[in-house]
């Protein structure tokens, strides 16, 4: 059972570009969440969303950050016009319910350069 | 808004030590509490879960209680092992989210286990 697979690991992209994280979560998982972490600070909470639908968007950014989770293929996170700011590890993590244990992805790294 | 904190943020410990991890949080309406350890450049790999209801949980080498009334949460790591050098994270979730895997996480305490 392969875990939480997140493509690309590093992703290099010139500021005003866009940058586009997938996450396919563990198999029979149908929760996803999104999490960044900055350097030198925690991870925070971006998104949550189930099979179609976002549940708690309360993290992301108020501009040009997006995420979906289709009903086919996997979950992605979606950033337009890249700042140096956005340069962050983001972390997809899935569960097979509320309350269980999540389980984390290896991380998307993210540079703007 | 729920805070949680970690200390101490770094630690080296030879080899063989046992050693304790401390986390506390502000608010007490929490659904689980998890320990994460998280490798330099990896993601994060869940150590052990503790539901609101529950004062430990072992696995191992590892031992994590959880004091609610007083938002506290320590990790106890018995006889250590140069493996074990990593950044251990704390997080919590909340019960009135409406989501119990909505994590709010501490900066995590950076461990190095000496030779």
């Known amino acids: 059972n392969a875990g939480v697979m997140q493509n690309p690991r590093h992703l290099v992209r010139r500021r005003g570009q866009e940058a586009r994280l997938r996450c396919s979560p563990m198999k029979g998982h149908s929760h996803v969440y999104w999490y960044r972490q900055l350097p030198e600070e925690g991870l925070k909470f971006m998104v949550y969303?189930?099979?179609?639908?976002?549940?708690?968007e309360s993290g992301m950014p108020k501009e040009r950050f997006s995420a979906e989770f289709p009903k086919e293929g996997p979950s992605i996170l979606r950033i337009q016009q890249v700042v140096r700011g956005d340069s962050a590890a983001y972390f997809c993590a899935s569960s097979s319910n509320l309350g269980n244990t999540i389980y984390f992805g290896e991380g998307s790294w993210l540079t703007v350069v | 808004k729920q805070e949680v904190t970690q200390i101490p943020a770094a630690l080296s410990v030879p080899e063989g030590e046992n050693l304790v991890l401390n986390c506390s949080f502000t608010d007490s309406a929490i659904y689980n509490l998890q320990w994460f350890r998280q490798d330099p450049g990896k993601g994060l790999t869940s150590l052990l879960l503790i539901q609101s209801s529950q004062r430990e949980q072992t696995s191992g080498r590892l031992n994590a209680s959880l004091d609610k009334s007083s938002g506290r949460s320590t990790l106890y790591i018995a006889a250590s092992q140069p493996g074990d050098s990593a950044t251990y994270l704390c997080?919590?979730?909340?019960?009135?989210?409406?989501?119990?895997?909505?994590?709010?996480f501490g900066t995590g305490t950076r461990l190095q286990v000496t030779l």
């Open positions: 997080a919590v979730s909340h019960v009135n989210t409406g989501t119990a895997s909505k994590l709010t």
């Open positions: 969303l189930q099979k179609e639908n976002i549940i708690d």
